[in-house]
Structure formats: structure tokens, C-alpha cells
DNA sequence: ACTGCTATTGTTAGCGCTAACAACGCGGCT
DNA sequence: AGCCGCGTTGTTAGCGCTAACAATAGCAGT
């Protein structure tokens, strides 16, 4: 019997002939079939392992109809917030067996989201995720089939599908109101840009918590998470002398902040408290090291890739609704306010 | 005729039976074959619009034995550095039609690494990007079939394989030339971990600039990357009296050191000048703004998948050593020494 | 001994596509 | 007229796997 040893990859027949039984075998013990006798097993097990046999994984998708491979589409990675989601998806969706397959977006447009869609459609992913941190991205959403199962990410209201995102609400009400409990009589918040939904959901939960304590609302200053766009407004909170605490939507824009306080000589926190947003691993030695709110990003990939295969399992798709964790994380840049 | 249409997505004889041709014309009109009549194409390409039929690219893969799915093995995509190099490499990829799967690593030990191959192996990836930076990923890679093609991004010397790096020794001379030019008898070394080769490279690049200009080479501090351990090596630093000039392996632990520069009392760069490696986004606004070096990170992924679709369609793995630029970025951080 | 069941294994038919080959029609040539 | 060659289209056979069904053996119950 010739051997034919030529450079070929074992398929599941050479793996059978091996074994002596027929591949169908093969595949019921690769696949945890029960009815398969202890003996039989062995035996397949020892031929593929002999051989270094690996399932082909294209035949399979094309025989089950699933692919195992998830989407992700993803903006500006580079960020670190996104990049964290992204890596906390990677993470869970490989423990689970599951491909990711991602399209990061320069821009989010509904041309380059429905793109991105397009690709990863094409490519028959079995389930999608997409964070979408912008109006933008969750309209683009609405092209897609309603039974194609999908987890929105930071997707604010995104009608009908699933949404895993952090709990905002929660993490700017807490910087809020630590900065009142420290006696500010109120407190400038320093936004995002108003169409990403995290910036518009931080600045409603400071709003809504000065309401609460009975504090004055000051107007808001918007930037666009920028060191830049923070460094600009502190520029202008600087030739303010009624301001005592600021909350910045997020941690690089809190360090634009200091540094125009650094320039004009104002001190932080003896005259001004700053607090962001994000704990970036910077932000502990920013000067002075920075108040901040952490979020659990790792969580928030586990949740999205729990609901999303809870969606693949059940047939349905969910509108669940998932929240995770963030708190606030105390450091030397707020403090009381100067005893004038 | 009974049309079922019922929610199943068309294939190929739908499209084909819609336009009046055998299904294999079809797919001589989608692979963009020569020797299809233009009417006929123009038929077959109205039926695929009528129907939205898009083709399955798993039956593809698996009739071809390609799946046009190239794998990326990243480690801790929080950081700046790798984030911005996957990003660049996804773009040149989807732009190129391929689909990239990712797996990324906590931690790089042999293993893991390993593990990571495995299951991007299971995929039946085309190709491969390791994005390895350490000792350790290369050395993984040796189990790696040496037809396999595979570009390795920062693997300083991975024998038998293709690479491309940043010009870490132009950025390193750069800062260290740029310092010694500005007055400074020599310049202090903050390093990264011994085991990563960016580390090494920049260190090395360091000495050799120093010995060239005849100046005297200083002891090396060495760090991990984090912020943390620039602020140690800052404190360090600051019990020194004969020190002008540091130059920090990455602009995380620059911030460190200013940071315990800031508390000491020392001025920068009045006292002492500080150079950094890598720009990100945060080091313009650093107090004072950083002198570092940027690096092209789009021009490493456009570079990486340009080498591996090379590959790819020759069919021989190369063994090309491409860089990519790095140049210095003069801030407010690096000034002459004082004048004492 | 015969029936009926269960546990185990084999056989067959696709999944949706591409590659290789076969077939066909048509004009120009001898 | 008959033949060749070319451009165009159809037919057939897989790619490597799983699902559905068929077949077999072994055993208990009557």
C-alpha cells in the first residue's frame, strides 16, 4: 500500500483509515458525540494524534452553517478605552471558542460603518459586535436584518438590540458628587463631543446631580477628548476666578487642563479641583497624580460576548439591556475648596 | 413555478437559474474572468443585484483553499504603540480584501504564544502577523512550519522570516544627538525591559551614539514601560548632582520622571532635559511638552501586509528586513544645560 | 426461537463554490 | 465543402466536513 506522505495536510479519512473506523466516527469524536465506545475513542484519538490532524474548520462552517468567527467593528482603537473593550472581547470570544474578526473605523460615518458591516457580512460572521460610541453608528445599525444576532456597544438607546455599556450614569455622579462633598459650591463640567453618546451621557448625570444637591449649573465647555481641546478650555477657565472644581469628561482632556493651570499659576487642587474620566494608566502620574473614574472594561467584554452567544444559542435575538461597573478612583487632584 | 422564498439567503443557481446561465458563468462573472460575452455579464450582474445575492466566501475557502483571512497575534493592544500598529495593519488589510483575526496576548511567555498560533491555526489562516516584540515570541515562532508565511513586526532578529520594525536605532541616535548637540556632556539612559528587543535596540543605539561622540556612558536605569517605574527611576535620578540630560526609552516613564522631577524640585529643562520615545497623543501636553520620537505605526501595518500578501502570491516565504521611519519631535522638555 | 429494543458504526447526500474539461457555434482557411 | 481554432458556455467532480438515515450486533423479554 503506497503511503502517499506528500506534504498534505490529514484530512478526517486519512485519520479514519488510520483508526479503521469510517470518518463519520471521526467526527462524532471530535464533536463529543455520545455512542461512541471507550475503545473506539482511544483508537481516533491516537490516530489523530499521530497524524497531527486538525479539523478543517472552512469544510466544517460550510457543513454547519456557522463560521465561529464573531465581528467586531470597532472606532479609533487607539484609544484606550476603545482598545480595552476590544481586548476584553478578544479575550472572552477566544475562551469561548470563537474567532474575532474586527473592521476598526477612522471615522464613523454611516458609509463606513455600513462598509465595515458589509465586510464582516461577507465573511458570514455568525454573530457581531459593534461599539458604537456615535449617533452615527448606532443609525447605521438600522440596515441590518432584524434576526442577525448583534451586541451594541456604548450604544446608548439603540432600539431593539442588545446593549452592553458602562455605567456612566453611575461614574459621573459619583466624581460630581465627591466634588460637592468636598464643599465646592458647584462644579464646571469640561464635555465631549456632543454627538458621542458617552460624552452626552456624562454631562446629563453631572447635570442632573448638581440639580439634586441644589447647586447652581454652570454653562458647559465642550471639547473633543483632545489634550488639546482641554488644554483650550483651560485656557478659559483660567481667566475665571469663580471656579473651584472642575469634572472633565475624560482623563486627556483633564491633562490639557493642567497644563493651562500649570501656565497661568493656578494650583491644583489648592485653587482649582480637576477629576476625569477613564483612569488611562497615565493618569496616576499626571501632576498632580488625577481623580478619575475607572471603568471595568474587561467586564464589559465579558457581558457582550455572554450576550451575544446567548443570542446564537437561543435563535433569538435579545434586548437586553447590561450595565457595567464604574467607580470613582480618588487622587491628589481634588480637594476642599480655598478657604477665602 | 413555485418561487420559494423562503428566508434563505441565494446562491450561486439562483442567480445563475435568474439570469439564464449555468451557475459556473456566474462565478466566471465574479472572479472577473476574460471570455465572458458583456451581455451576458451584464445579466448575470442584474440578477445579483435583484437577488442581494452575495457569495459565501466559507464554500469559497473551502473550494480554493484559501480564506483570504490573514492572522494578527498582538500584545497588550492598550498600549499605544501596538494599538496604532493593528490598526494600521487591519486598514492595509480590508483595503487589500482580506479579513483579519486577531488574538491577542496578556502576557507573552512561550505558550501563549503558542497557543495563540493554534488558534489562529484552526482557522486556516492565510497568513500571519506576530506583532513580537520580546524575546519570547520570536523564539515561539520557531515551531512555526517555515513555509508558512508569516511577517514578523518587531521581531528585531527572527531567523528565516520576514520582518518589519520601526527605525529604532535612527529615533534613538536622533534624541541622543539632538541632546548632546544642545550642550550636554552626556545623556542618561531610562530603558525598558531587558527582554524587549525595542528596548534593546534603543539602548544600544544610545551607547553607540555616546561612544561615537566620545562621550562618557552612564550607568543605565532601567524600567517597565509603566509610568510607575519612570517615577522610581526619577527619584533615583533626583539625588544626583551631575546629571543634565535623560533620555527615556518611552514617553509613559517620561512622565514618571517629570512627575518626581516636579516633587524635587528640579526644573525642566532649566536643570535637567528630558527626552522621551514613542509620541503619544498625551505628550504634547506633558508639563513641560515632551521631546520625543514618533514613530509611523500606519506605515508598519501598510509595510506588514504589503510583505505578506508578497508572499502570498509567490508562494516563498521571504526573509526581507523592511523599516519604517522615526523622527525626532523637539518640544519644550530638552534645552541646553545650565550654565554652571 | 422470535421480536423489539438500544448502542454503535457505516453509508449517503449534501453545504456552495471553483477547477478542469467538454461542448458548442462561428468565421476563416485550404 | 470540410477542417481548424478561438471565444464562450455548460457539465462534472471534487474541496472536507456534518446530518440524516441505514445497518448491524448484542441482549432482554416473551
Redesign the interface.
Known amino acids: 500500500m503506497a503511503r502517499e506522505r506528500i506534504r498534505r495536510a490529514p484530512v478526517m479519512a486519512d485519520v479514519a483509515q488510520r483508526a479503521g473506523v469510517s470518518h463519520q466516527t471521526v467526527s462524532r469524536v471530535l464533536n463529543g458525540h455520545l455512542n461512541v465506545r471507550e475503545s473506539t475513542r482511544a483508537k481516533v484519538l491516537a490516530a489523530i494524534d499521530e497524524l497531527s490532524y486538525?479539523?478543517?474548520?472552512?469544510?466544517r462552517?460550510?457543513a454547519t452553517r456557522r463560521?465561529r468567527?464573531l465581528g467586531v467593528i470597532a472606532f479609533d482603537?487607539?484609544l484606550?478605552g476603545p482598545?480595552?473593550t476590544?481586548?476584553g472581547i478578544?479575550?472572552a470570544a477566544?475562551a469561548a471558542g470563537y474567532?474575532?474578526?474586527?473592521?476598526?473605523l477612522?471615522a464613523i460615518t454611516e458609509r463606513s460603518v455600513g462598509q465595515a458591516l458589509d465586510?464582516l457580512?461577507?465573511?458570514?460572521v455568525d454573530g457581531l459586535i459593534v461599539i458604537a460610541p456615535q449617533r452615527a453608528a448606532v443609525a447605521a445599525l438600522a440596515s441590518l436584518p432584524a434576526e442577525q444576532p448583534v451586541v451594541v456597544v456604548e450604544g446608548g438607546e439603540a432600539p431593539g438590540r442588545a446593549v452592553v455599556c458602562v455605567d456612566q450614569q453611575a461614574g459621573a455622579s459619583a466624581v460630581t458628587r465627591h466634588l460637592l462633598e468636598l464643599g465646592h459650591e458647584t462644579v464646571v463640567h469640561v464635555a465631549g463631543p456632543p454627538d458621542w453618546l458617552e460624552a452626552q451621557a456624562r454631562q446629563a448625570a453631572w447635570q442632573a446631580t448638581l440639580v439634586e444637591a441644589g447647586a447652581p449649573v454652570p454653562p458647559v465647555l465642550t471639547g473633543d477628548w483632545?489634550?488639546?481641546s482641554?488644554?483650550l478650555a483651560g485656557q478659559q477657565l483660567a481667566t475665571r476666578d469663580d471656579v473651584t472644581a472642575v469634572f472633565v469628561a475624560n482623563d486627556?482632556m483633564a491633562?490639557?487642563l493642567?497644563?493651562a493651570f500649570?501656565e497661568a499659576g493656578i494650583e491644583v487642587p489648592g485653587r482649582i479641583s480637576v477629576a476625569g474620566f477613564d483612569d488611562i494608566?497615565?493618569a496616576?502620574?499626571?501632576?498632580p497624580p488625577l481623580t478619575t473614574v475607572r471603568q471595568d472594561f474587561a467586564e464589559v467584554g465579558r457581558r457582550s460576548i455572554a450576550l451575544l452567544l446567548d443570542q446564537l444559542a437561543t435563535g433569538e435575538p435579545t434586548t437586553d439591556r447590561v450595565v457595567a461597573p464604574a467607580h470613582l478612583v480618588v487622587r491628589a487632584s481634588t480637594a476642599a475648596p480655598p478657604t477665602s
Not at 486538525?54 to 469544510?59: D, E, L, M
Not at 457580512?121 to 458570514?124: F, G, L, M, R, Y
Open positions: 486538525r479539523r478543517n474548520s472552512t469544510a462552517a460550510l463560521t468567527v482603537t487607539t484606550y482598545a480595552s476590544l481586548f478578544e479575550q477566544r474567532f474575532v474578526s474586527i473592521a476598526s477612522k465586510h457580512a461577507e465573511q458570514s483632545s489634550p488639546r482641554g488644554y486627556q491633562l490639557g493642567l497644563r500649570q494608566p497615565e496616576a502620574y499626571f501632576y
